[in-house]
């Protein structure tokens, strides 16, 4: 049940789910620096850095709870709105740009079911890139009171796995999770003709908070 943007987050912050590989070898090395570091120098010298490292995938991985806002569509990124693209089919595409200091758990931006998730491979350029229209995705397909809304997870030069926490058929509320970018990325929604887009391009977006279409 949607709830009032007022409050956009909670004290409650989890991990993204997906993110053990990068984070356990990360904190196990650091804690065994550290352990080791009164010891033996070279413990020592490595004990600073993997801390450091290991901090950095704690904030990368965090996974705030929300307050859903209401809203037909909403952001499923944390960013900043890159462009905002007129399609032919009447579509406007609205792409969000994810920097590595964002969250980078992605939300449905309506309630419905998901009817395809789709693995396209590509190459790796830097999201903000227009050559980034080539690289590894993910494509979304939402059957919604809205009708058919797409979505497309991209991965950029450091983010190189997208992770789908729900598969085909699945039926989602708005704003659940549904998946995880690893590292700097970019998530594309494409808004249905008649729709008005409420955002401007270099606003920031809050996933599953800042409202995406106009009344």
């Given amino acids: 049940m949607p709830h009032s943007p007022s409050s956009a987050s909670s004290s409650r912050v989890r991990l993204a789910r997906g993110a053990s590989p990068w984070l356990l070898p990360t904190v196990a090395t650091a804690a065994v620096s550290l352990a080791r570091a009164r010891r033996s120098g070279r413990a020592a010298a490595v004990a600073v850095p993997a801390t450091a490292l290991a901090a950095g995938m704690l904030w990368f991985f965090r996974d705030p709870e929300r ?9 499923p990124a944390d960013g900043v709105v890159q462009s905002i693209m007129p399609w032919k089919d009447g579509r406007t595409r609205v792409a969000v740009f994810m920097s590595p200091l964002n969250v980078h758990v992605n939300r449905a931006p309506l309630a419905g079911t998901v009817t395809s998730v789709e693995h396209v491979p590509g190459g790796f350029v830097p999201a903000f890139n227009k050559e980034s229209e080539h690289n590894e995705r993910v494509v979304w397909h939402f059957d919604t009171e809205l009708g058919d809304i797409e979505m497309i997870q ?4 450091v983010a190189r796995r997208i992770i789908p926490y729900v598969p085909e058929g699945t039926k989602v509320e708005q ?3 549904i998946g995880l970018i690893r590292f700097g990325s ?3 929604v494409y808004l249905p003709e008649g729709v008005e887009p409420a955002v401007e391009v270099g606003q920031a977006t809050t996933a599953g908070v800042t409202r995406l279409d106009r009344d």
């Fill in 175 to 177: 704003g659940e999770r």
């Fill in 186 to 188: 970019r998530v594309d």
């Fill in 154 to 157: 991209i991965a950029g030069t």
């Fill in 67 to 75: 307050e859903i806002a209401h809203g037909r569509v909403i952001s």
